[in-house]
RNA sequence: GGAGGGUUCGCAUAGUGGUCUAGUGCGCUCGCUUGGAAAGCGAGUAUGCCCAAAAGGCAUCGAGGGUUCGAAUCCCUCACUCUCCGCCA
């Protein structure tokens, strides 16, 4: 959410970050309802003000002639200020329809465009590997090693099911391992944070109203995150925090469920797009200052190269254009992984800072030196989402009779270097 | 699943319809005092919103609704929490 004043002054910016991110949304309308909403909080105060101050006269009161006057009075004002406040109220609703729904702003440095097809290459890392055999998929190479069961995944879980087995299991438990072990080092606090969550973190992270297609929703009035994002972010919501203890780094582990509602078509087959996965993601928090954000924007960038690097996936960085990025982001990174059967980068993390857009939500504050409170920063990234990246791993890594080379930094966990 | 308690200013507690402008203690800040400190004494000690600002006002006693001229206080719904019972791992 943006700040009221803000929108107010910045009218015009605003209008074109809606544009730019390809979002439909009436700044003027926004205004007037402001206008509105300022108008009858002014009447209804005022009104209020009176009745306090009547009700406190009449507790002085003693005359019980002049009390039954003042009391039928105050009765007349009552349900004056019913209407003024039901007047408000409506105001207040939609006033708060719109605001959830202005866009934060892109950064300058954002392409302009409408989908993941206009997003720019910053940087690609590792060669690609040349093969002297045609190099066969995931699903054929996992198939083969008795590693995945599409079809009695689909049986027990419908679409998009999948059951994952032997060493695709033991490979999975490897990669999350060494990646806790990757950011350990690097002052993150790793948790395991909760999906089936309350309403109010998606609000706050930006997922509701906007994405309530893609959720999964419960009897109960609860939804299942897609990401640990939700559930990480909200574990601070209403809280104000020291400034010396940011910025706060973590971990969190989480499985994420995908109703994948937008992208029927896409990805149908394989690994590549599931209903149900995990994922350890990267989550700061981090003070109110656009350079603090990027500066760690990049290091978490940075982190999840790394890691990509030890596996000796080749991979490239884009920044996604306006039309890719989600209400709140100001600047997203995707990393993309190299995917030789289909010689295509695939996306496997994604970077993105909000400046205070989700703490606004979220009522996330820190205490500054001067003692004032100041809506901190939030930055997200994946550091490792399976099965997804089983996919570029196994891959990348084949042999020509269908064995897989396990990574160096791997083998420890796994006990082996080859998936025979 | 059943029964019964609880949720008040950073913490602990008081408050059962109007002098609550939420009291008291602890903690914290500042001042006085002191060679310095402690004690003592005094003052202060939330957040958000409206208003160009100041002055002022509004809201907040777990959340939401209701009764009333007036609600921390009465009624309803919900959330969380504690104790006991039951069930289960």
Known sequence: MLDIKFIRENKDLVKSAAKKKHIEIDIDRLIEVDDERRKKIAVYEEKKAEQNKVSDEIAQITDSKEREHQISKMKMLKEALATYEAELK?????????MVRV???????VPEGETEADNKELRTW?????????????????????????ERGTKIAGFRGHVLKGDAVSLQFALFQFVQDQFKEKGFTS?????????????????????????????????????GEVGMMGYYMDEVLDKKDLPIKFLAFSPCFRREAGSHGKDTKGLMRVHEFYKLEQVIIC???????????????????????????????????????????????DIEGWVPSEKKYRETHSSSYFHDFQTRRLNIKYKDEEGKSKFAHSLNNTAIATPRILIALIENNQNEDGSINIPEVLQKYMGKDKIV
């Open 103 to 109: 866009p934060n702003i892109p950064d300058m440095s």
């Open 191 to 227: 948790t395991i944070i909760p999906s089936l969550l309350n309403k109010e973190p998606f609000i706050g992270t930006g997922f509701l109203p906007q994405s309530v297609e893609d959720l999964y929703k419960t009897q109960d009035d609860t939804y299942l995150a897609g990401t």
């Open 287 to 333: 003070e109110a200052s656009h350079e603090e954000s990027v500066k760690i924007h990049e290091e978490i960038t940075e982190n999840s190269e790394k890691i990509m690097q030890a596996l000796k996936i080749p991979y490239r960085v884009v920044v996604n254009s306006g039309g890719d990025l989600g209400l709140g982001q100001v600047k997203k990174y």
């Open 126 to 150: 590792g060669d690609k590997p040349e093969f002297s055999f045609e190099p066969k998929s995931h699903m054929k190479l996992m198939g083969n090693l008795n590693m995945v069961d599409f």
């Open 90 to 98: 409506d105001t207040m609703k939609e006033w708060q329809h719109l």
